[in-house]
């Protein structure tokens, strides 16, 4: 047993001991490997909800992988802190320390942490390897004929299956190489939930990371009806890296080819935001920086709460207030309600979901809510203006779900007063809409 690991692997977005490839390439290549994993205050400390369900899934999460290493011999050492000064304090408690592996995580903070705890681990001599692992294909690896990222999903969709192939989807074993972890008997402590600030959620159920087959076969005919069990719900555990991406695309070559296009439509919102950091806060077509939004708070709180007065966005955020989740049909109805009906601003209603939705994902929920709004890649044209009553009777006709979250739907009184009439707001987005993209803008550099 020697006195020092060599090697650690850092999780972040790959909460799992199998196939997972930067582990497997540090136990291969280096040895002597112990992974570690952060609480980043960077993260946590600005999160204003003390009771964040996602707390207690990553406290729940990492204490499952420490249990697991431990039977193996290993254990997992888990920090509090700043990930440039952890890796400091790593350095001088495990002196034999020559690398640190990771998976690549392409999201703006993530970037620039990455670079900062690189340059500071090879200015103590420890180097600094990142691995390919939450994607097939990354930001610079499907491009058009002229070299550019794609900025419309079909053509990228076509490009990413042409250059696709099985193999690809390969398992990064871990259990076969276990003689690569270093072998320990130190016992390292996890703080508690609450030593970091937060409240517990021990009685929270979180979706099963199981990949239901049954739901895969009929996904195509049932997603978008939210009143069923219809989706995987695996967003949660593809954020956190808790099921493995490939494992996912497996399943969908087999049972989904509709599946298959939604995993894509995720590589192509993070090709999207890692090859131009600017949209996490502009609109990715220019032009729709010059809307004039209106950003009233009282109506702002009133979808926050779930009291517009239209049946199935007042389901939605209710829906999203109690279980941290929202139906992805859903999601587009009450985004497109926020910023076409209310003309509010699309940040303020992703930094609420970022708030509030376990499976919050930078990337995903950036390019719907530009989407929804006519200002992303692929975006709704600005004219089409979602009417909320028309998607109830489409996509919930027997209101099932809309009763389930909406108790009080058949009281009279609840559909008298909407906050906003909804031909009035259409005429006022239009007039809104036309007036901003007729104004000059610069070139998204993005191609087709």
């Known amino acids: ?48 909800d003390r009771d964040d369900p996602r707390i207690t899934f990553l406290h729940q999460e990492v204490s499952a992988m ?34 640190v592996y990771t998976n690549r995580d392409y999201e703006v903070y993530a970037k620039r942490r990455d670079a900062e705890v690189q340059r500071r681990l090879e200015a103590q001599g420890v180097g600094f390897k990142t691995c390919k692992d939450q994607v097939v294909f990354e930001e610079k690896e499907v491009l058009t004929l002229q070299g550019k990222p794609f900025g419309v999903y079909t053509p990228y969709s076509r490009a990413w299956r042409k250059q696709f192939h099985p193999d690809m989807l390969d398992e990064q074993a871990v259990e076969r190489h276990r003689a690569g972890f270093w072998q320990t008997e130190a016992r390292y402590p996890i703080r508690t939930i609450e030593e970091m600030g937060f409240v517990a959620r021990p009685d929270f159920r979180f979706p099963s990371r199981e990949i239901r087959l049954e739901v895969l076969r009929a996904y195509g005919d049932r997603r978008d009806l939210p009143a069923l069990d219809g989706t995987s719900r695996l967003s949660l555990h593809l954020r956190f890296g808790t099921v493995s991406i490939r494992k996912a695309y497996k399943c969908a070559l087999e049972h989904s080819d509709k599946w298959m296009a939604e995993l894509i439509w995720r590589e192509f919102y993070m090709q999207l935001l890692a090859n131009n950091p600017r949209i996490e806060q502009q609109a990715f077509r220019p032009e729709y920086d ?147 993209v007729k104004l000059p803008a610069a070139d998204s550099g993005y191609g087709e």
């Open 290 to 436: 010059n809307l004039r939004w209106r950003n009233p708070e009282v109506e702002f709180a009133a979808w926050c709460e779930g009291r517009t007065g239209y049946p199935l966005v007042d389901a939605g955020m209710r829906q999203l207030a109690q279980e941290h989740w929202m139906h992805n049909r859903v999601r587009m109805v009450v985004a497109s309600f926020l910023c076409k009906h209310l003309l509010i601003d699309w940040r303020l209603g992703d930094q609420f979901f970022a708030r509030k939705l376990l499976d919050y994902d930078l990337a995903s929920n950036n390019g719907g809510w530009q989407w929804a709004a006519g200002s992303g890649a692929d975006a709704a044209p600005y004219f089409r203006v979602f009417n909320p009553a028309l998607q109830a009777q489409k996509f919930d006709p027997q209101m099932a779900y809309i009763k389930r979250y909406v108790p009080e739907y058949n009281d009279p009184r609840y559909l008298q007063h909407p906050i906003v009439d909804h031909a009035f707001a259409r005429a006022r987005a239009l007039e809104e809409y036309g007036r901003a």
């Open 66 to 99: 420490q249990a697991q290493l431990r039977a193996w011999g290993s254990d997992l050492r888990v920090y509090y802190g700043l990930p440039e000064e952890v890796f400091a304090q790593a350095k001088a408690e495990f002196p034999a320390l020559e690398c």
């Open 1 to 48: 047993m020697s006195a020092s690991p060599r090697a650690l692997f850092w999780h972040r977005r790959d909460l799992r001991l199998e196939d997972n490839t930067g582990l497997s390439a540090a136990l291969m290549q280096v040895g002597d490997v112990l992974p570690v994993f952060i609480f980043d205050r960077h993260i946590l400390d600005p999160l204003p």
